[in-house]
């Protein structure tokens, strides 16, 4: 038995966010999820990942933007030992200022995106990691 053996039923997949987290759309622009990944262990890597937007889960990410609000999209990963992962992006629909009209809406908007590498303290990148876990609410 190798350490890979052993650590395979005590480690639960890692979920890798793709694109911005967070993502920041204006209001009216359309929002593209890029989804998350499963980087490891090595025997996680073809589990499917559910995803949940505001708790409530989807096979299709559609964010209304016709207003200002903030959301969450969580993605979840269990394996076969029982062990849960959760990512959470957090998708800020905001109103457009006078001044800027770029968009760091990766996902990705219907505008140029920008890179947002400063996040807020309301965002949330958390991995989780219980057994047998429910999703988010």
């Known amino acids: 038995m190798t350490a890979g053996d052993l650590l395979r039923g005590y480690m639960p997949p890692i979920i890798q966010i793709n694109g911005n987290n967070p993502a920041i759309v204006q209001v009216g622009n359309t929002y593209t999820d890029l989804g ?71 996902g990705s908007s219907n505008n140029t995106a920008t890179s947002a590498t400063t996040v807020s303290a309301s965002t949330t990148d958390a991995t989780s990691a219980t057994p047998n876990s429910a999703p988010p609410a």
């Open 36 to 106: 998350a990944t499963i980087t490891g262990p090595q025997a996680d890597l073809n589990l499917g990942i559910k995803t949940y937007l505001n708790g409530t889960l989807t096979s299709n990410i559609v964010v209304d933007t016709s207003q200002a609000a903030t959301d969450t999209i969580d993605y979840v990963a269990t394996d076969q030992s029982g062990l849960t992962s959760t990512s959470t992006r957090t998708v800020i629909i905001e109103a457009p200022s006078n001044s800027d009209s770029s968009q760091s809406g990766q």
